[in-house]
């Protein structure tokens, strides 16, 4: 909870369309199922999250946001991220892992296909500025040491 304020700062400075909300960000810091992942400076500012959720109803995990401040785009932290939720997932249990993404954001969908994600689905309007997603997923394989 000690991020709450500087998660909603870094969404807003992120995204101008679908946001995640402060209730939002709170539901998921109480929910044992999510898990936020943080990327900061040396000097404690955030500068990146994603927002991870293993669910009850499928061995997929899902991947509902990565934010890279503005600032700090360009030096590989969204792959960072979005390595880190993968390990995350698989080390709790998610044979897979499944995001959406907007056909217009073609820098998140060039660092998911260079990922090895999959496109399974598109979801017309999905956005509230309009814009399609594309949903994606990446399998992950099948290990004797998971947990």
Partial sequence: MADLDALVVLENR???H???SRRSYAAALRNPRALLLVADRSDGHLIGAATLFLRRDSPAARLYSIAVDPGSRG?????KLLALAEKTAVRR???ALRLEASIR???A???YRKSGYEIIGRIAAY???GADALRLEKQFPSSPHRH
């Fill in 14 to 16: 992120c995204f101008k």
């Fill in 105 to 107: 954001n073609k820098t």
């Fill in 93 to 95: 249990g998610a044979s």
């Fill in 127 to 129: 956005y509230e500025n």
């Fill in 109 to 111: 969908l060039a660092l």
């Fill in 18 to 20: 679908d946001r995640m």
């Fill in 75 to 79: 030096l590989g932290l969204g792959a």
